[in-house]
């Protein structure tokens, strides 16, 4: 499964998850991803999301440094991962030649709820950070990834955020 957000154009968004769907991945709406897991409960599966993108509210956001500045980075992943005590695991693709590939995975942990609030948001985007420093031509560069603006309480709001998640995810 495929986790995102649909595009603003109907035509762009069906056109895309389609060539997404080709090989026999599902792309399922974010506020939908619940009853899709549920609905597959019994049967492993692998969803995919994708974490270098720009989140849409900066006070939900976790902010830590990215590329020498201070980011709005999605925090969904490492959520669903305590949620449903999934495995994370970061993927690099490497381009060989012109059409030619290889896949290496990295697993994070496989036990998230035995980590700290944001260790895994934190490794990840270090790997991905690693990625885009090793190769610069292969990022996607007009994300607009530091759009959103540092919130002024950003001490106090990370301190409630870290609250919150171990009142939901860490309280015995």
Do not use: C
Request: net charge positive; aromatic share 12%; glycine share 4%.
């Amino acid at each position: 499964m495929g986790i995102g957000m649909p595009m603003t154009s109907k035509f762009w968004d069906k056109k895309v998850n389609t060539q997404r769907e080709r090989f026999g991945m599902k792309v399922i709406h974010s506020k939908n991803y619940k009853a899709e897991i549920a609905a597959v409960s019994n049967t492993p599966i692998a969803i995919l999301t994708l974490g270098d993108q720009s989140p849409g509210d900066a006070r939900k956001s976790y902010w830590m440094n990215f590329l020498n500045r201070p980011t709005a980075v999605l925090f969904g992943s490492e959520l669903m991962a305590n949620e449903h005590d999934f495995a994370v695991v970061f993927f690099a693709i490497h381009k060989i030649k012109r059409g030619y590939y290889s896949i290496e995975l990295k697993q994070i942990t496989d036990q998230p709820r035995t980590l700290n609030w944001g260790d895994i948001t934190e490794q990840h985007t270090k790997l991905l950070e690693a990625e885009i420093n090793a190769h610069p031509e292969h990022w996607l560069w007009s994300h607009k990834r530091w759009k959103r603006d540092i919130p002024a309480d950003l001490d106090q709001l990370k301190k409630e955020q870290h609250e919150k998640f171990s009142q939901r995810f860490r309280s015995v």
